[in-house]
């Protein structure tokens, strides 16, 4: 069975340029999430949608940052402008459903964001 | 709100032997589940443990068991036999309710698996 897939793995663009990054989550997995981890320190929530309701976007800057997830399976993250701080890792993530009881989330391999 | 707190960033530990990584929490949830996750240098992050956390036996995986004392909100990692493989950083994460909901991760512990 196929994991969480994200592309681009890597992308180095300058700053005020804009950037997406796409995933596709495991088969059959409603919930998806978008994390994003700094140099040192551990994933912090972006966004989770279930389905294709973002129901959890407190954490994502809006102001730059957009998110949409189309008939509720492929989703793309995207940052317009781009600014330096916005370097980082950005994790995909899914998991089964939200209603069931001890759900794991996995991982995508993550895209890896160098603002220049 | 929920924190979690990784107190040791590096670790190490020769091949073979056994190592604890350490992990402190708080939560006002009642319903709650304790994971760790590896994250080797390719930056994915893979699920090692996880602990329900009205269940009080410890959970254990292989090489992998943690000690889960709920009144001190510590949730530990002990790796036996540790394998140069283990060698990567280490998330302690907490999520409410069906565990989908939200991870709240530390900072992480580095562990570095000497031959």
């Known amino acids: 069975e196929a994991g969480v897939v994200q592309s681009p793995r890597y992308k180095i663009i300058e700053k005020k340029q804009p950037v997406a990054f796409w995933c596709n989550p495991i088969?059959?997995?409603?919930?998806l999430y978008w994390y994003r981890q700094n140099l040192g320190q551990g994933p912090e929530l972006l966004i989770r949608?279930?389905?294709?309701?973002?129901?959890?976007d407190s954490q994502l800057p809006k102001d730059r940052f957009s998110a949409e997830r189309l008939k509720g399976v492929d989703s793309t993250l995207k940052i317009q402008p781009a600014e330096l701080g916005d370097s980082a890792v950005y994790l995909c993530a899914s998991s089964l459903d939200r209603t069931s009881s001890g759900n794991t989330i996995y991982f995508g391999e993550g895209s890896w964001l160098t603002v220049v | 709100a929920q924190t979690v707190t990784q107190s040791q960033p590096e670790m190490s530990v020769q091949e073979a032997e056994t190592v604890t990584l350490s992990c402190t929490y708080d939560t006002s949830e009642n319903n709650y589940y304790l994971f760790w996750y590896k994250q080797p240098p390719s930056r994915q992050m893979i699920l090692v443990i996880r602990q329900e956390a009205y269940k009080q036996q410890n959970a254990t995986e292989n090489r992998f068991s943690v000690n889960f004392q709920k009144a001190a909100k510590s949730f530990s990692l002990k790796i036996s036999d540790s394998q140069l493989g283990d060698t990567a950083m280490y998330f302690c994460?907490?999520?409410?309710?069906?565990?989908?909901?939200?991870?709240?991760f530390g900072k992480g512990t580095k562990l570095t698996v000497n031959p």
């Open positions: 949608y279930e389905n294709e309701e973002a129901v959890d």
């Open positions: 088969s059959g997995h409603n919930t």
């Open positions: 994460a907490s999520s409410t309710q069906g565990g989908s909901e939200k991870l709240v």
